[in-house]
């Protein structure tokens, strides 16, 4: 018999040039949308709510000259994080390949090239902590917004709202004591259930963490693993291929 745990590995990249770094990493989790399509899950997780709600906010500009464009963008997102020191439960940020990164000016700030001709666009990130035990995230999804909503944009600029929410986590490498004794356990209940005359032979627990939204505010953390169910009487094991 052959048991199988599957994952999805998150991108994680290093960052360079922009703000500080943060004390942790933090990751965000994108949530899984099915289409018609099984997903499969792992067999053992662990399951803790997320750190921070976040919502995607696109600052652009279309005033002909980059020069111009690049000051109207900056000039707004300056205003952005001028109103978040009046907050203390919204931050902005940037995700870049998945990290999030905290932005504390707009000295470096990244544009890239709008849909439309002489168009450049700031992707940021608005995050929010969500409290324990929460049952509904719309609250904080509108908190967020409105506070997108306040700052006017200079010039041609403009503040607007992608997408809906998502879940980011801090460290998430810090479950992974406590996913191991989980994967343990299950080798543990299954060797029991059949007896002395089958062993185990557990592979994959030292690969990376993953992790993977299920909700917009819980995350499940796991690491693909398998283990095959021998009789003890069998002593070669030929490696699948």
């Known amino acids: 018999m052959k048991f ?3 994952g999805i590995l998150a991108a994680c990249t290093s960052m360079l040039g922009i703000g500080s770094t943060a004390a942790a990493q933090e990751y965000r989790q994108e949530s899984v949308v099915v289409t018609g399509a099984r997903i499969s899950t792992p067999g053992v997780y662990l399951k803790r709510q997320g750190d921070f709600l976040i919502i995607d906010v696109i600052v652009s500009s279309d005033s002909r000259d980059y020069a111009l464009r690049r000051t109207e963008i900056e000039t707004t997102v300056d ?3 001028a109103q978040a020191t009046d ?28 849909s439309r001709p002489d168009t450049s666009v700031a992707n940021l990130v608005l ?20 506070f997108a909503n306040l700052v006017e944009g200079e010039g041609r600029a403009t503040v607007d709202t992608r997408g809906g929410p998502t879940v980011s986590v801090v460290d998430p ?19 029991s259930t059949l007896g002395n005359n089958y062993r185990v032979i557990l592979t994959g627990i030292d690969g990376r963490m993953q992790w993977q939204n299920t909700d917009n505010v819980n995350v499940i953390f796991y690491i693909p693993y398998n283990y095959t169910v021998i009789p003890t009487s069998l002593t070669t094991v030929l490696p699948d291929y």
Do not use: F, K
């Open 79 to 81: 205003a952005l994080l």
């Open 87 to 114: 907050y203390d439960d919204i931050s902005i940020s940037i995700d870049v390949n998945g990290l999030i990164y905290p932005l504390e000016s707009t000295e470096e700030l990244p544009l890239s090239s709008g």
């Open 173 to 191: 490498d810090q479950y992974r004591g406590e996913v191991i004794d989980l994967i343990l356990e299950e080798v543990e209940d299954v060797t």
């Open 127 to 146: 995050r929010t902590p969500i409290p324990q035990d929460i049952s509904n995230i719309q609250p904080l999804v509108q908190r967020l917004e409105h």
């Open 4 to 6: 199988i745990g599957y």
